[in-house]
């Protein structure tokens, strides 16, 4: 129904930004909340940041609240997520998630892409 496909992840040094790229197909976003979510080795996954159909409202994890930033181009059919002042404990899968109701609870999401990594180096 929607497909869900992330892209920006990489190895970087603690300190590094990275922009992550959320594409979707199928159908537009514009009537989903979306979602970050990660997943490092050995733990579960964990909500990140969210923001509402229109983009006037977001929320964020404690870890990543003053570094990460979520935004949205419903004209692109995108959403996005800039992380600044990356820190090794932010090294996981990153996940996008689409919604039908603004959440931050993982189960909630209806749609998921496939992850990509992000890797940060002490």
């Known amino acids: 129904q929607v497909q869900l496909v992330e892209s920006g992840g990489g190895l970087v040094q603690a300190g590094d930004s990275l922009r992550l790229s959320c594409a979707a197909s199928?159908?537009?976003?514009?009537?989903?909340?979306m979602g970050w979510f990660r997943q490092a080795p050995g733990k579960e996954r964990e909500f990140v940041t969210a923001?509402?159909?229109?983009?006037?409202?977001?929320s964020y994890a404690d870890s990543v609240k003053g570094r990460f930033t979520i935004s949205r181009d419903n004209a692109k059919n995108a959403v996005y997520l800039q992380m600044n002042s990356l820190k090794p404990e932010d090294t996981a899968v990153y996940y996008c998630?689409?919604?039908?109701?603004?959440?931050?609870?993982?189960?909630?999401?209806?749609?998921w892409g496939q992850g990509t990594q992000v890797s940060v180096s002490s």
């Open positions: 923001v509402n159909v229109n983009g006037g409202h977001t």
């Open positions: 199928g159908r537009t976003l514009s009537s989903y909340a």
């Open positions: 998630a689409a919604a039908i109701w603004y959440s931050y609870v993982a189960t909630k999401f209806d749609f």
